[in-house]
Antibody
Framework: EVQLVESGGGLVKPGGSLRLSCAASGFTFSSYSMNWVRQAPGKGLEWVSSISSSSSYIYYADSVKGRFTISRDNAKNSLFLQMNSLRAEDTAVYYC????????????WGQGTLVTVSS | DIQMTQSPSSLSASVGDRVTITCRASQSISSYLNWYQQKPGKAPKLLIYAASSLQSGVPSTFSGSGSGTYFTLTISSLQPEDFATYYCQQSYNTPFTFGPGTKLDIK
């Protein structure tokens, strides 16, 4: 069974940093691209970042470029999101999601971890 | 960036109804269009990928169509568990933008 479990969320002050993790199991992690998608309270979904299976290709939304860094450790079946210079507008539930196929659709999602940026 | 729009933004319907949700892209995205269902407090769930391919385990009451800039998600006979918010998403190029969502509730 495919499982994605996020961790690392919490309350952080504006300008602070946080590192999210996503532990994957039930599939060959090193064969799939991975993504972070966030959802601000009461709002819609926003794609944040994507990393290819071998980390060769990395993409970011403009809203986080230069502040967030996506990475992965295929040996440990783990995905990460290092978030620096956090702003109030980064407050959201952050989901990790697996990308599949030529169309890179997101077929499995974690349960999400809440990041709150507030003083 | 490719902008995605959805209509309607909200919809009231009854069990057994047939409903259609529309998604438009600001430029051609071929068939790189996916549909997700999200219930309150839960992660999104993939329903349709590549515009018309039904994800494994998803009831056949769900179907998708379209290509280029115009896409639809149709639920042929609404079930109680289908009341949720639906999002389209383009995966043609990054940023992989989502539509604003369509909230489907019970009439």
């Amino acid at each position: 069974e495919v499982q994605l479990v996020e961790s690392g969320g919490g309350l952080v002050k504006p300008g602070g940093s946080l590192r999210l993790s996503c532990a994957a199991s039930g599939f060959t992690f090193s064969s799939y691209s991975m993504n972070w998608v966030r959802q601000a309270p009461g709002k819609g979904l926003e794609w944040v970042s994507s990393i290819s299976s071998s980390s060769s290709y990395i993409y970011y939304a403009d809203s986080v470029k230069g502040r967030f860094t996506i990475s992965r450790d295929n040996a440990k079946n783990s995905l990460f999101l290092q978030m620096n210079s956090l702003r109030a507008e980064d407050t959201a539930v952050y989901y990790c999601a697996r990308g599949t196929g030529a169309t890179s659709h997101l077929d499995y999602w974690g349960q999400g971890t809440l990041v709150t940026v507030s003083s | 960036d490719i902008q995605m729009t959805q209509s309607p933004s909200s919809l009231s319907a009854s069990v057994g109804d047939r409903v259609t949700i529309t998604c438009r892209a600001s430029q051609s995205i071929s068939s790189y269009l996916n549909w997700y269902q999200q219930k309150p407090g839960k992660a999104p769930k993939l329903l349709i990928y590549a515009a018309s391919s039904l994800q494994s385990g998803v009831p056949s009451t769900f179907s998708g169509s379209g290509s280029g800039t115009y896409f639809t998600l149709t639920i042929s006979s609404l079930q109680p568990e289908d009341f949720a918010t639906y999002y389209c998403q383009q995966s043609y190029n990054t940023p992989f933008t989502f539509g604003p969502g369509t909230k489907l509730d019970i009439k």
